[in-house]
């Protein structure tokens, strides 16, 4: 009985779970293979593999097919499950120079810089942030205008 419960429970985990959700452009292995470098060019790696998911930053020598599977999980921050990048250089001419893929080594960890841009005139003495909003509104909190209490017609 209690085997049955446990394969239960455990078929109920499954149920819960979000299906994998395909991101990206994922370009077939196969397809990879078949790009020769110092043969094809531009338009040939666009007509077999299609359009690139980023190209490089400062030119378009570059080109970078991106993709992959990621799940979320109840209550589980969601998780990249399998990653693929497939990088291809083009030399000045448009002809491929290099194809290569990428993996967890050639990625880059960059860390977050933790400051604030200071802003002038925001810093307040003790006295100014005790008493400065004295005399800013009026007791009733209505509008002076003709509009009445709110500041606008209607409202």
């Known amino acids: 009985m209690a085997a049955v419960l446990g394969l239960l429970a455990l078929g109920a985990c499954s149920i819960f779970e979000a299906p994998p959700e395909l ?17 094809q060019t ?18 378009q020598d570059h080109w970078y097919y991106i993709s992959a599977t990621s799940r979320t999980r109840p209550g589980r921050v969601p998780g990249v499950e399998n990653q693929r990048v497939v990088a291809i250089a083009f030399d000045q001419a ?13 990625a880059r960890n960059i860390p977050v810089v933790e400051r604030q841009t200071p802003v002038p005139g925001t810093d307040r003495t ?26 606008g017609p209607g409202r």
């Open 42 to 59: 531009r338009q040939d790696v666009t007509a077999l593999l299609g359009t690139p998911s980023a190209t490089g930053t400062f030119d």
């Open 94 to 106: 448009g002809v491929v120079r290099e194809v290569r893929e990428l993996g967890e080594n050639d």
């Open 126 to 151: 003790l006295l100014q942030a005790l008493f400065g909003n004295i005399g800013r509104f009026n007791g009733a909190g209505a509008a002076s205008g003709p509009e009445g209490p709110g500041g």
């Open 23 to 39: 991101r990206g452009n994922r370009v077939d292995p196969d397809q990879v293979k078949q790009i020769t470098p110092g043969v």
